[in-house]
Nanobody, 124 residues
Framework: QVQLVESGGGLVQNGGSLRLSCAAS????????MGWFRQAPGKERDIVAA????????YYADSVKGRFTISRDNAKNTVYLQMNSLKPEDTAVYYC?????????????????WGQGTQVTVSS
């Protein structure tokens, strides 16, 4: 079993930055691909970014490309999401997810473990 705990969410002004962290405990973190998803009120949960087991391959949704960066530190069992140039439309609950494969997936149904979520609110 893997436990995921997100942190770093909060309220930020339009154009600001936040860094989300997701700390993993349990089984070997380095064997897992990781993803960040977000869900705004009344909308589906969508993928934001993903990273494979060793950080060698990443994915970004078009809406965040060039503004967000996903990274991981396997020695610290942590995955990060650096969010710059935030916009009001980035407001959502952000979830960290782990997939018990080396390679990431774009489908939330392919992820085995989920954190509790952290709220990100961007004011205009």
């Amino acid at each position: 079993q893997v436990q995921l705990v997100e942190s770093g969410g909060g309220l930020v002004q339009n154009g600001g930055s936040l860094r989300l962290s997701c700390a993993a405990s349990g089984r070997t973190f380095s064997n897992y691909a990781m993803g960040w998803f977000r869900q705004a009120p009344g909308k589906e949960r969508d993928i934001v970014a993903a990273i494979n087991w060793n950080g060698g391959s990443t994915y970004y949704a078009d809406s965040v490309k060039g503004r967000f960066t996903i990274s991981r530190d396997n020695a610290k069992n942590t995955v990060y999401l650096q969010m710059n140039s935030l916009k009001p439309e980035d407001t959502a609950v952000y979830y960290c997810a782990g997939r018990s494969r080396y390679l990431y997936s774009l489908s939330l149904n392919e992820y085995d473990y989920w954190g509790q979520g952290t709220q990100v609110t961007v004011s205009s």
